[in-house]
């Protein structure tokens, strides 16, 4: 790194929601030409940072220079004036209008809209940088890395030299990632300064050129990416020492617990979700679920625990003794009602899991609140159970009397996981248990996960980042397009294989 | 035979006041304001107009036509334009919920209308509960010297008052700048999604407030319309019936689009008189029945529109919902 002048210094910045500390005192150096990735956990204050960059939000006090001049950024326009241009984790466009409409939105220029030579400079925009984007077509149409490409797009059409990229990676294959970083790398190459905020240490260590990192809303340091590791980094994120692997015991005497042959599932409007898929879930193991989004994960998981209507096929739940319950065509209440103990943990978790308004409480309530012989409901046992969660699973809340909208995502997960948990389920699937959590609750979960497959479970394990799943599965059913594109063992099975086979049905090989 | 020359410009007359309330509303919802306070709006709008003409016809002597229509035009416009910023205020600035404001702006709206109204008509001292602006109606409702001569084309499409034109017009420049100019796909992102609108530097507040405003000013002249030009000057109370929730109505049946709430609006005209064309003898039954078409209608255009699930003939996606840019 040449002796550049930063083109943003953030000096002293504090931020506070309400009684909350988001930022206290930051300091922070963004140049041009470099990546930036900015670490820390969940809640420790990187995206408000980036927010009060971006105009979204407004510091409470310090200052902020761009090429060595203050400046006040109230609203995003300010920020795009500054050429500071942020791509949200949530994609901040609008569905029904296309790709162009979105990317010139709010711009000044003459009344009628011209987007003809709007879409012009837009394909410009693309030749130069290596973007696939069509300017005519809706958003509403489009992939989820399509959608990130017109953001980035709209970014530079604004004419910022300043990026900021909000967990860009989240929703990506390995295969769009690595595409998404090559344009990156362009675009440092070009002369622009470029702030990445990930969780994934594997591309901070591939992407970036330095890295600064928060913790608590405090600013804990930065060097470059070259003379730290993941260990290094991580412990600084979190504050103590942590263990980076995780853990994987061998299966706990695996029999057969649930198999399902020939499963297809069409959605309402008749679109092949699931087609022809079989496989078996053994008892004391983690069956890893890999795909690219949308390819029959949820409806797999969906079908099993009842939810979701079935056009062919069957699921039988094996019980110890061997016998065999069909569960397709039941409800939850009916599989509940055959003795077989089924944990769902959703992917939506404030809307499928937990009712977001409700306390902790009344949360543990939704599974209990059937039991009993009087109309009225029993609420002292569901507390005691809301008690023991927060204890055990260390959840962050003031007391269990808040409404779980409150918590953190993390701390979200951890309630739904331990409600869950405490049916002592003999079956648990889960989709996406750590999506948008750090490191740390993301390795509790593991760790919950982990005991239950000890305990002889059957776990299904949706996930989305192909690193967990080849560090905690013991096999991993790739699907793509709603087909099972092959079963691997866990063990050594090769990242970049397993990316072929999301994307392309057999991958390499096609075994079952 | 069924008299079309006699109908279509009665199912004209029928559809003018809901083309403005529709206009207005779809203006304000491509903003995400779901104001359910249009037929109060109406209502304001309406009692304006008249409080305006009849101070006028009061204090002069002799009316002058100019006067006669800018003096209640103007009044009408002031009455919405405060209705709309109460709305605004309270949903827009302190982030109320927009139904119940909205319910309780129509309540309040038809309430001071009454109020108004009761008392105008208390100062006339007149034997019937109704309050007549003839003169002013008059000059309303003056159509071009020519319509009588060209026969049936006149007598359909030229025989109206100035608003009625007023109103097609209106509507068709709505749906230019909605669909054509900057300020529109700015206002429909506002609709859409506030938080995007947002980050792309687009004033939401601002924008709200001024296709709020905006919506409930052209809304009032639906009131307008109905007192002076259809129903001849005269007021009565409770008269403009349930009028402004067929606007509310026409906004889904034409999904979201002026353009088509122009056809819309005289087939929901039609369709609100055509009990009156239907010989029902009597079975006075039957005419109640005809009455709900409007409605019916409405039900079936929702019913095909979320069949169909076009996205682009889908409300407004935010459409009810408050924004706050710090909410976490």
Redesign the interface.
């Known amino acids: 790194m040449d002796n550049k002048n930063a083109a943003v210094k953030m000096r002293n910045i504090s931020k506070s929601?309400g009684t909350v500390k988001a930022n206290d005192k930051i300091w922070l150096d963004i140049y041009r030409g470099e990546i930036l990735a900015l670490l820390g956990e969940n809640g420790s204050g990187k995206t408000t940072l980036m927010n009060m960059l971006?105009g979204?939000?407004f510091p409470d006090e310090g200052e902020i220079f761009i090429d060595d001049k203050e400046v006040v950024i109230r609203?995003?326009?300010d920020a795009?004036n500054l050429g500071i241009g942020?791509i949200?984790q949530h994609f901040?466009?609008?569905?029904?209008?296309t790709a162009t409409?979105?990317i010139?939105?709010?711009?000044?220029?003459?009344?009628?809209?011209d987007l003809k030579s709007a879409a012009k400079k837009i394909r410009e925009i693309c030749d130069a940088y290596g973007f696939d984007v069509d300017p005519d077509q809706?958003i509403?149409e489009m992939s989820v890395s399509q959608k990130q490409t017109v953001e980035i797009v709209k970014v530079l059409y604004r004419g910022a030299d300043i990026l900021i990229l909000d967990e860009p990676t989240a929703v990506l294959t390995p295969q769009e990632t690595d595409k998404l970083f090559a344009v990156l790398r362009n675009m440092r190459d070009a002369g622009k300064a470029i702030v990445i905020i990930t969780h994934k240490m594997h591309e901070v260590e591939d992407l970036s050129d330095r890295v600064a990192v928060l913790r608590h809303g405090q600013f804990i340091g930065d060097m470059p990416t070259k003379d730290t590791n993941a260990q290094e980094m991580t412990n600084m994120m979190v504050g103590h020492a942590v263990e980076l692997n995780i853990d994987r015991p061998d299966p706990v005497d695996p029999k057969p617990r649930v198999e399902v042959k020939n499963l297809t599932v069409r959605s309402i409007?008749g679109i092949v979700k699931l087609d022809d898929v079989s496989f078996t879930a053994n008892s004391g193991e983690i069956l890893g679920i890999a795909g690219i989004s949308g390819c029959g994960q949820k409806e797999l998981l969906e079908a099993i625990a009842g939810l979701q209507p079935t056009e062919s096929g069957s699921i039988s739940y094996i019980k110890d003794d061997g016998s065999r319950e069909e569960l397709l065509g039941k409800d939850p209440l009916s599989i509940a009602d055959l003795g077989v103990v089924l944990s769902f943990v959703p992917e939506d978790r404030l809307g499928m899991g937990l009712v977001a308004n409700m306390d902790l409480g009344d949360n543990m309530m939704l599974r209990s609140f059937r039991k009993g012989k009087s109309v009225f409901t029993d609420r002292k046992s569901p507390r005691k159970l809301a008690e023991n969660v927060v204890d055990e699973l260390d959840v962050v809340t003031p007391g269990i009397s808040t409404p779980v909208r409150r918590l953190s995502g993390g701390n979200v997960q951890k309630v739904l996981v331990g409600r869950e948990i405490a049916s002592a389920p003999t079956v648990l699937l889960t989709a996406y248990a750590v999506r948008g959590l750090d490191i740390n609750s993301s390795y509790t979960i593991y760790d919950l996960i982990n005991r239950q497959k000890q305990k002889g479970v059957a776990v299904i394990y949706v996930g989305e980042d192909l690193d967990v799943l080849l560090e905690l599965c013991d096999r991993i059913l790739v699907l793509c397009g709603g087909k099972v594109s092959g079963i691997v063992p866990g063990r050594g099975a090769k990242k970049r294989e397993v990316g072929m086979m999301m994307t392309k049905l057999g991958g390499e090989k096609a075994d079952e | 035979m069924f008299d079309i020359v006699s109908f279509f410009p009665r199912a004209v007359m029928q559809g003018v006041p809901l083309l403005f309330g529709g206009t207005g509303e779809i203006i304000t919802e491509k903003s995400g304001n779901l104001n359910l306070g249009i037929p109060g709006i109406m209502y304001v709008g309406g009692i304006c107009g008249v409080i305006g003409a009849f101070l006028y016809e009061q204090s002069a002597a002799e009316l002058n036509s100019f006067l006669a229509v800018a003096i209640p035009t103007l009044s009408c416009l002031l009455g919405s334009l405060l209705m709309g910023l109460l709305y605004c205020f309270l949903t827009v600035t302190l982030r109320a919920n927009q139904n119940v404001t909205g319910l309780a702006m129509t309540t309040f709206g038809i309430g001071i209308g009454n109020f108004f109204g009761g008392s105008l008509i208390k100062l006339t001292d007149a034997e019937v509960p109704s309050i007549a602006l003839s003169a002013t109606s008059k000059v309303f409702s003056k159509s071009l010297p020519f319509a009588d001569n060209l026969g049936w084309f006149g007598k359909m499409f030229l025989s109206y008052g100035f608003l009625a034109y007023s109103a097609v017009i209106i509507a068709l420049i709505t749906a230019y700048v909605i669909k054509?100019?900057?300020?529109g796909?700015?206002l429909?992102?506002v609709g859409?999604?506030p938080?995007?609108?947002?980050?792309?530097?687009?004033?939401v507040n601002k924008y709200k407030y001024i296709a709020t405003c905006v919506g409930s000013m052209i809304a009032g002249l639906g009131g307008l319309y109905y007192v002076m030009d259809y129903a001849c000057g005269v007021w009565s109370n409770d008269a403009f019936g349930d009028r402004g929730w067929l606007a509310i109505a026409l906004v889904i049946f034409s999904i979201w689009r002026p353009n088509l709430a122009i056809i819309a609006s005289i087939l929901f005209g039609g369709l609100y008189i055509v009990y009156l064309y239907i010989p029902a003898g009597t079975q006075l039954y039957m005419m109640e029945l005809y009455k709900m078409l409007p409605y019916l209608v409405t039900i079936i255009v929702l019913v095909v529109v979320s069949m169909r699930?076009k996205?682009?003939n889908?409300p407004p996606?935010a459409l009810g919902l408050a924004y706050f840019?710090?909410e976490?």
């Open positions: 929601f971006s979204i939000y609203s995003p326009k795009l942020m949200h901040k466009l609008v569905d029904v209008l409409e979105n010139i939105l709010g711009l000044e220029g003459k009344g009628k809209l809706h509403y409007d | 054509k100019t900057r300020v796909l700015n429909r992102a859409e999604s938080a995007t609108a947002d980050a792309a530097g687009i004033n699930k996205r682009e889908e996606a840019r710090e976490r």
